[in-house]
């Protein structure tokens, strides 16, 4: 049985500000720099035997600091691209709020729907569970596609924060 580690991206400037990014490319920032380095760390005596991500620069970059210190190539999914939120992409939430008074109800704009997001999320684990039935595989994702992933495998979490690392069995 695969076994799968999900993690979250390094930190961006537009965490730090509140911004949603959604697929808006922003690259690591100093500290998320610092951040993947030490994931890369903390997995070194892993046995990975692959690490996908999202194509998003953010995750990208993370996964490749710990594909290096395993001499892994990196496979790019856009399945695990974070949720397209539309118009909201780059506003804070006080912004959203503000201008879309119906976001305090729930409505998520004119983006991509939760559900879609987590249908292919689900379907890109189910490509790497398929390329790797064994062995351990990094996913390097964000926040958004890590819910969906997480309710999927039924694992119970808090806030994810940027690095945070889940193990799950495919």
Known sequence: MAHILLARHGETDWNLGRRV????????NETGASQA????????AEALVAVY???????????MAV???????VSID???REKNFGTWEGLT????????????R????????????????VAALSRVRQAHPEGLVLVVAHGGPLRAALAHFGVEHGPIGNCEVFRVDG
Do not use: C, M, N, Y
Request: glycine share 10%; charged share 30%; hydrophobic share 35%.
């Open 93 to 104: 939430d006080t912004e959203i709020s503000e201008q879309f008074p119906d976001a305090k």
């Open 78 to 80: 856009q399945g695990l």
């Open 106 to 121: 729930g409505a998520w704009g004119d983006g991509e729907t939760t559900e879609a997001v987590a249908e292919r999320v």
């Open 67 to 73: 594909a290096a210190r395993h001499g892994l190539s």
């Open 37 to 44: 380095t030490a994931l890369a760390d903390e997995l070194a």
């Open 53 to 63: 991500s999202s194509d998003l620069e953010r995750a990208r970059d993370t996964a």
């Open 21 to 28: 990014q959604g697929h808006t490319d922003i690259p690591l």
